[in-house]
């Protein structure tokens, strides 16, 4: 009997020195999906997504600013995807952080793979030419990954004070698990370096990274919708779960709407990851949540998420630990020893 899973997409930031090299490494030869997407990169004039992932070095201001790591991290994010043995796991929804649900279209079949690539390289090339301010990632559990009041309580300061200094604009961006990432604008991560106190390594300003999910990015909308037609979406095989936790179930949701969200609050309002998780694991009751690749980043939210629910007795990172040695919840691909329990033997 087959395992049920959700599957949920990685986002920006996901694609690091570690990575070089993953869609080589772990899907071989060069396939007809990647030379698609080479070939949109060369009618842009970009450096092919077979160039960078191929690169003898790693460097941050070519492979992680988002006009290349966008696609770079969509690709090997979809062939992870095609890769997971489907004789074993029955992918029961699929859901992402941030730029990740341009790639739940994608897995979901609400957009083609052509398509949805257009999307994910159209948006990581407007936050490069026209995106302003940037974002700032900081924790709200404790070293346990259970909520932490005072920690809580020193944000709900922070944002307040924000909010009486002219000239300062700090939004919500993501709630990621344990983590809650700001949009700010260049005064506003002045603010958030100097107000926030430092623990460990945080507050982290998140590089090449403008401030998505919040009214600061109001002016992208319509350049978004210009160069991304609404005819691309319809209707998907896979049930979704988008940045405000709504379930997207096939044969019930207008593409239109589907439309208007992605090029819309998707863009410029809080992204509640925390949420989507929460809704996918309560309506589906997985067996596994399966984290696609590049990169084990997002690994640690998804477990926050699900301590936060309490989800299969799990209430620490201690327990969680724990039981990941045993029986995993959390099967990330950019993990060896849990890629292999998920792919295909004949990927």
């Given amino acids: 009997m087959k395992e049920t899973a959700i599957v949920v997409c990685p986002g920006r930031g996901t694609y690091n020195a570690g990575e070089l090299g993953y869609l080589t490494r772990h899907h071989g ?7 698609s997407l080479d070939a949109l990169r060369r009618d842009q004039a970009q450096p092919t ?3 960078l992932d191929g690169a003898d070095t790693f460097r941050a201001g070519l492979h992680m600013s ?3 790591a966008s696609l770079l991290i969509y690709a090997c994010a979809l062939a992870d995807f095609a890769a997971i043995n489907r004789d074993r796991y029955d ?3 699929v859901t992402g952080n941030s730029m990740g649900w341009y790639l739940t279209l994608a897995c979901a079949g609400a ?3 052509l398509d949805a690539g257009r999307l994910v390289n159209e948006m990581g090339a407007l936050m490069h030419t026209d995106g302003v301010g940037g974002q700032v990632i900081y924790p709200m559990v404790d070293e346990d990954w259970r909520p932490d009041p005072a920690k809580q309580k020193v944000i709900t300061s922070v944002l307040e004070k924000a909010r009486a200094t002219p000239g300062v604009d700090i939004r919500i961006s993501i709630k990621l698990g344990g983590l809650l990432v700001f949009a700010a604008n260049d005064q506003g991560l002045a603010f958030l370096a100097e107000e926030l106190p430092v623990t460990d390594r945080y507050p982290m300003r998140l590089n090449y990274h403008a401030a998505f999910h919040s009214g600061l990015l109001d002016h992208i909308l319509p350049m978004a919708k210009a160069r991304n037609s609404a005819s691309h979406f319809g209707d998907a095989h896979i049930p979704m779960i988008d940045g405000k936790g709504r379930l997207w179930s ?3 949701y207008d593409p239109d709407e589907l439309y208007d969200y992605t090029l819309g609050a998707q863009i410029n309002e809080t992204y509640n990851f925390t949420c989507a998780i929460d809704v996918a694991v309560k ?4 067996d596994r949540v399966i984290v696609l690749g590049p990169g084990t980043t997002l690994g ?3 477990a926050q998420a699900l301590i936060c629910d309490h989800w299969r007795g799990i209430e620490s990172k201690t327990a969680f630990t724990a039981r990941q040695k045993t029986d995993p919840l959390i099967l990330s691909m950019g993990i060896c020893e849990q890629r292999s329990i998920v792919v295909s033997e004949k990927s």
């Fill in 29 to 35: 030869a060069r396939s007809d999906f990647v030379e």
């Fill in 49 to 51: 997504l077979t160039a």
């Fill in 66 to 68: 988002g006009d290349n």
């Fill in 91 to 93: 992918i029961v929804a």
């Fill in 111 to 113: 957009l083609s793979l």
């Fill in 250 to 252: 096939p044969s019930a």
């Fill in 283 to 286: 309506e589906f009751a997985p």
């Fill in 300 to 302: 640690a939210p998804v």
